[in-house]
């Protein structure tokens, strides 16, 4: 069936839905220049000026080119969004799966480290993971490979994106809290511990937060001898291990629920059949 113009308007525009040609270099198109040192640009630029400041115009005078010159290679901003998320999405480590013995719960905690390592090493992206679709190359590998370990946790095919969402959105909320607590300390030039300690210090001696610096206190939290960052990595590892550990209650839920599904129509399909003497008429009399 044939798309027709309104439908095709409605499709989700990206880089990777749309075919372009190649680029055919004109003499005065500079030398030495591609995409791929464009993209390489493109992500140094983020990850030292931010999202908020970078631009075509920027980029350009980062290559030492022109705009136009970028432009030959892009058609629009959104495109080398899209190209640059895909490009840091290469960094991921991803499980070596021609292991059959492997634990599939050490491969998605390996795979959830990796992922919070991507988000807390390039602070932009988080933002334009929420804004624009991410099935580039590097990225499919990396969903593929989620996909596939959670195939092997015994869950049923329909609870797989539901696990796995609580796996990866939680260590995206959590990483991109993170990120954009560390992004406003270096905008202030201090650390995240100055920044931590200097709260626990405000708020000390305050009737109205006396029980949760109590509560903290007990949990370990406004210790001298742990950092900030360590009690986060602490906290992230506790919490992934609550995922998994959900993951492996609800497994044993279904089988239960299988199990006893199948003892249902088991029981059912003999009281039918008569056996055993055990039919309407007879059954009941032992």
Not at 22 to 47: C, S, W, Y
Not at 224 to 247: N, R, V
Not at 258 to 269: M, P, S, T
Request: with cysteine; aromatic share 8%.
């Amino acid at each position: 069936m044939a798309v027709t113009s309104s439908r095709a308007e409605k499709q989700p525009k990206s880089v990777w839905l749309t075919e372009r040609p190649p680029v055919k270099r004109k003499a005065d198109q500079p030398a030495g220049l591609d995409l791929d040192k464009i993209v390489a640009a493109t992500v140094r630029l983020l990850d030292a000026e931010g999202l908020a400041k970078f631009s075509m115009r920027r980029l350009a005078a980062e290559l030492g080119v022109t705009a136009m010159s970028v432009y030959w290679y892009v058609d629009t901003k959104d495109d080398l969004l899209e190209l640059a998320m895909d490009a840091v999405a290469g960094e991921l480590d991803l499980p070596d799966e021609s292991d059959e013995q492997a634990d599939w719960r050490d491969q998605l905690r390996h795979l959830a480290f990796e992922y919070r390592k991507l988000l807390l090493a390039h602070t932009w992206l988080p933002k334009l993971l929420g804004e624009y679709l991410n099935f580039g190359p590097r990225s499919m590998a990396f969903s593929n490979a989620t996909l596939r370990v959670m195939a092997r946790s015994g869950l049923s095919k329909q609870s797989t994106s539901g696990a796995l969402a609580a796996v990866y959105q939680f260590v995206y909320g959590f990483c991109s809290i993170q990120g954009q607590h560390r992004a406003r300390c270096r905008a202030e030039g201090t650390t995240l511990d100055e920044y931590f300690h200097r709260v626990v210090e405000a708020v000390q001696g305050h009737p109205r937060f006396a029980e949760t610096m109590e509560l903290s206190a007990d949990g370990r939290y406004a210790r001298e001898d742990m950092s900030a960052e360590q009690m986060l990595d602490d906290d992230f590892a506790f919490a992934l291990e609550l995922q998994i550990a959900g993951i492996e209650a609800m497994r044993e839920r279904q089988r239960a629920a299988a199990k006893a599904a199948d003892g249902e129509n088991k029981d059912g399909k003999d009281g039918k059949d008569g056996k055993d003497g055990k039919d309407g008429k007879d059954g009941g009399t032992d």
